[in-house]
Nanobody, 113 residues
Framework: QVQLVESGGGLVQAGGSLRLSCATS????????MVWYRRAPGKELELVAG???????NYVDSVKGRFTISRDNAKNTMYLQMNSLKPEDTGVYYC???????WGKGTLVTVSS
């Protein structure tokens, strides 16, 4: 199983920015599709953004134009740049590696109004 470690969460005011990171030591990182999910309070798990090994990306409609997913294969790290944050972005954000079917433990993002 692939070990994934998220970081970068915290408390921010609406309109602010955060950058999440997902780091792994796994050599499969560079060939795996990587995904950010989130679970908002009282809601189901939601796919936020994904990036293939080739760099193709997709986003849930609610974050398009505000969030940017990226990856640095040399550092085995994936990022989620979150701008113009809204209270509804609050939740625990999880990193997922499709190759290996592995999850991180999550990082909490809280956006205050």
């Amino acid at each position: 199983q692939v070990q994934l470690v998220e970081s970068g969460g915290g408390l921010v005011q609406a309109g602010g920015s955060l950058r999440l990171s997902c780091a792994t030591s796994a050599r499969i990182f560079s060939i795996s599709t990587m995904v950010w999910y989130r679970r908002a309070p009282g809601k189901e798990l939601e796919l936020v953004a994904g990036i293939t090994s080739g760099g193709n990306t997709n986003y849930v409609d609610s974050v398009k134009g505000r969030f940017t997913i990226s990856r640095d294969n040399a550092k085995n790290t994936m990022y989620l740049q979150m701008n113009s944050l809204k209270p509804e972005d609050t939740g625990v954000y999880y990193c997922y590696a499709r190759l290996g079917d592995s999850w991180g433990k999550g990082t909490l993002v809280t956006v205050s109004s």
